[in-house]
């Protein structure tokens, strides 16, 4: 519908996957949850299960555009329609997440992150469908997903940051300022055995801003995004120290 709307694609066929009966969330090996691709975004923000483990995704839902949004939009969507300024891509990226795909040579596991070729791009192959995706278990890891949105509170963001601590090693990737949710690994080395340090934190910051090619778009400047990415690093890892999972 968004690409409809955007004037981007004019199928000549919808094809409703609602009767697929992809819509559950239930609990799969070594604490691993399983989500249908048809479960929406809503009924996974209410989930009691993933508001016990996966704490990170419920507060990240209930930033993700408006209510009226979630009550519609779907897992699969929200990961196959690949715009950069999704929500949940970078987060079930950091968290180490994989989407399950069936098509006409059988079912594959990919990591999320794989899913994105560029704007607007995914890398499913014809006829491919996202049926699941598996989030392992937080276990002793601390995540956050922070995000800033430019013109109102429920607008698409002009940055995301997702940040995933696992002792002393971080996580991190970005989307909304990038074509697609993209891993900052120069930021991650800086601050390998020094998340607590304040000075590692702003060279981080500052390394994440020159390792990624950024876009200009509606929400704000490259300049203005580069500035975003310096800030928000430091917050997502403050926050990610900070929380409660
Ligand atoms: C006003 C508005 C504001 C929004 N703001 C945000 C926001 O701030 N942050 C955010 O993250 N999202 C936002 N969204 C996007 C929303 O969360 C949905 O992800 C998006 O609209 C897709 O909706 P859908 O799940 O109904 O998928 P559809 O519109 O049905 O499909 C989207 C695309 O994915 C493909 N697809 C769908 N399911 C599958 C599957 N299982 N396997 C393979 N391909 C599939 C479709 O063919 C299509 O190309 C916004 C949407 C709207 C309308």
Not at 51 to 70: F, H
Not at 127 to 141: D, N, Y
């Amino acid at each position: 519908m968004l690409m409809m709307k955007a004037g981007v694609l004019r199928p000549a066929r919808l094809v409703s996957l609602r009767k697929l009966n992809l819509d559950s969330i239930s609990n799969g090996k070594d604490g691993v949850l399983v989500v249908g691709a048809m479960t929406t975004l809503r009924e996974l923000e209410r989930s009691a299960a993933v508001k016990e483990g996966w704490p990170v995704i419920t507060r990240a839902l209930r930033t993700l555009s408006n209510v009226r949004v979630r009550n519609v939009a779907t897992v699969g969507g929200a990961l196959a329609h690949a715009d950069p300024h999704m929500d949940l891509p970078p987060l079930l990226s950091a968290l180490g997440a994989r989407a399950t795909i069936a098509g006409p040579q059988g079912e594959r596991s990919a990591p999320i992150e794989s899913l994105y070729a560029g704007y607007l791009e995914n890398t499913l192959r014809r006829g491919e469908l996202i049926t699941h995706i598996e989030i392992p278990p937080l276990g002793k890891r601390r995540a956050a997903y922070l995000k800033c949105t430019t013109r109102s509170a429920d607008d698409w963001p002009a940055l995301g940051m997702a940040v995933v601590l696992d002792g002393g090693e971080a996580r991190i990737w970005v989307s909304a300022a990038t074509d697609k949710p993209t891993r900052l690994l120069a930021a991650e080395k800086i601050l390998k055995g020094q998340i607590t340090d304040e000075k590692a934190l702003r060279q981080a910051g500052a390394a994440a801003a020159e390792e990624v090619h950024i876009e200009s778009d509606l929400h704000g400047s490259a300049d203005y995004k580069k500035q975003l990415i310096r800030v928000y690093l430091a917050r997502a890892v403050h926050e990610a120290r900070n929380a409660v999972h």
